[in-house]
């Protein structure tokens, strides 16, 4: 029997909210064996005083060993098995930028390049040109019209853009138009299948077209497009869980990813501060607030141990605003490690701290690696995270008699 | 490769006996956070020395979050993946009441309900008639003859009753009868393919007669049906594991669990005094005993703390009594927890203690939740059991060369 379908069969409906923190990247390193992580240097007694009640674990993001992306990272969190359920890297991107992708959009990721007078590549990346030369060239492509579909035209970074094509009849399976590699001419499209030829059609006029456009730009005067993807078909919270649910993010990438499974995007907050005023505003409306703090991720990636052992306290210190609107079910993890050890997204599974009255507790007397390690929810994927979150707040029914 | 087909190559035979005692819903809660589970509470000397000389862990049911019935519960601790083998609830409902189904067998549960003059529903549980009416109207439905196949009604409960129509070509995908509303009549049974479309047939024509039966009846004057289910394809212990297997169950839905996976039953034992009898007087003649303790999740239900620690007092003090037949390996767990706390069957993880002479020991000095955690076996799903009982008495060989 699918999993999906087991889950939905069981779900009931009552009024306990769940909450999920997600501190990006939370898990991480010591510096020195023997040593602490970044989470357990930190001073943390208002998480300490949870993981008391609560119980602890350690999620694997994917699989052990695994290294995940931001994308595979959030859905193991939200219940989808990222290995079952994969996002597209054009879809990924645009999703990341904010893009909301609709049920007919196929999105690529676009490079512009330099070509020459034969129309090979001379720089896949057209000297990478500045964001702001990006977003006057994207100007210019906005102009292109094609039969049959709506085009979006989005700048990213540098010389990097999405390109999206909405319309009935599109299909995915289209190869890469850059070759990877210089003195060659980017590639043709081609389809995989009916739908995907019509789309590789519409993908070579807008390539014609665009090279007309930027014939006498001096060095983004070509395009490659790469990574088609179509909108991933994820069953939605309401669908799945039946929970209303609602997404408070400051950055565009967990905006995005919150919308791909439906959950409603709450404001425009641009700090934790915005992000639980929005949580108070908003607490009768939802069954489920997924909130995400980017600052441990990055802080990771800088390799900056102290930042992101602040930027943990500055989360713990914030903790009592939440606990205060008295959550059903909280849980406070991480979508992967980001050790400031190896400044990059880890494999290592991440600290789990559960909350609820129907906990069972454990010995573990702070939130930290190691005392997750003798935590009661011992390592498991995070795709069982949300299951057990339900079954906490009481949502979910019995299998079989 | 099927995950049974790896372990029937494995199996070997030899004279070593395994014991598998299921305290039903052994797992528990603290009361208070950082209190002690019913398990930690009772005093347990016996499991306690076991625990210190054999190895202790944790057994997930079915998934995490998950919190099983009794079938699925008692299938994983079986060894069948209770996502995969499902048991329909008629085919459940047969079982609970010790209905052998044998393999042409498609059972569906009844409800007598009450009709007005126009055959509308009126009361769906026909006033929750007590158990002896439905005794004395299952009798008259006994009358009931149909071409080709056998029939056999058996009163369970107040208004229910089981139905089973034995016969060569029927099949189980005919949709309930039963509307779920009232001041409707109750639906036509319709099969979803030609053998199920022949029993549809047959169970429409069992509904005639029975109105007929049942017309002067003051409220129990109809009948609906659903749940409709073939014996689930189960492969046997024998086939399996190569093991002749017994069960000693007091209640009539483990007795009937246990013959479904082929193990024999045996007596009809009233207590656990009973039981150990039994045991001892069969302890020659099996390689397998399955032992059924009902009364650590009676009062879990019941929500009694103090009795539950009894309960399990009591099985602690008749410990000794089995340990002196010297089998192999004995197993000690639940097939869920059913925590006081909750007064319910629920998804915490169930302490398992394995012993034999081949354990690995581990740091556990007592048996009980917290202690479990730090355990040699882990957190594991209850599908592993089985071969870890096989393999700690040297009933499996080695996996490739």
Not at 143 to 152: C, Q, S, Y
Not at 175 to 193: H, I, M, S, W
Request: glycine share 10%; hydrophobic share 40%; net charge negative.
């Amino acid at each position: 029997m699918d999993w999906h379908d087991v889950l939905k069969s069981l779900v009931e409906k009552n009024d306990r909210k769940i909450l999920l923190l997600v501190a990006d990247g939370l898990g991480g390193l010591p510096l020195e064996p023997g040593g602490k992580t970044e989470l357990e240097t930190a001073r943390t007694p208002n998480l300490d005083r949870l993981a008391q009640e609560g119980t602890l674990g350690m999620s694997i993001p994917v699989k052990p060993g695994i290294t995940p992306g931001s994308g595979p990272g959030h859905l193991g969190l939200f219940g989808y098995d990222p290995l079952r359920f994969l996002i597209g890297r054009g879809a990924l991107e645009a999703t990341g930028i904010g893009f909301h992708l609709e049920e007919h959009d196929v999105a690529a990721r676009g490079n512009f390049c330099t070509l020459d007078a034969q129309g090979n590549i001379t720089d896949r990346r057209a000297g990478r040109i500045p964001t702001e030369e990006c977003v006057r060239l994207v100007e210019k492509l906005r102009t292109i019209r094609l039969p049959g579909v709506e085009l979006f035209v989005e700048p990213v970074r540098e010389h990097r853009f999405v390109l999206v094509l909405r319309g009935e009849g599109l299909g995915d399976a289209v190869n890469d138009t850059d070759p990877q590699a210089t003195g060659v001419p980017p590639l043709e499209a081609r389809g995989a299948d009916p739908p995907s030829q019509r789309t590789a059609e519409l993908v070579n006029q807008f390539v014609a077209q665009a090279r007309q456009l930027l014939a006498e730009e001096p060095q983004a005067n070509g395009l490659t497009l790469r990574g088609f993807s179509a909108r991933p078909k994820l069953p939605s919270y309401e669908e799945l869980y039946g929970l209303r649910a609602a997404a408070i993010a400051v950055y565009p990438m967990y905006r995005g990813l919150a919308r791909l499974v439906g959950m409603e995007l709450l404001g425009q907050p641009q700090s934790l501060e915005d992000q639980l005023k929005l949580l108070r505003e908003n607490w009768d409306r939802y069954d489920f607030f997924f909130i995400h703090y980017k600052y441990t991720d990055s802080t990771g990636e800088d390799g900056n141990f102290q930042a992101k052992v602040q930027k943990i306290e500055e989360l713990d210190a914030a903790l009592p605003q939440i606990t205060a609107l008295e959550p059903a079910v909280l849980i406070v993890t991480g979508d992967h490690s980001t050790p400031c050890k190896l400044r990059s997204h880890s494999w290592h599974p991440v600290p789990v701290l559960l909350w609820a009255d129907s906990c069972r507790t454990d010995p573990c007397q702070s939130f930290g690696e190691t005392e997750a390690l003798r935590g009661g929810l011992g390592q498991f994927e995070a795709q069982y995270l949300m299951p057990l979150a339900l079954a906490h707040a009481g949502r979910l029914g019995k299998y079989g008699a």
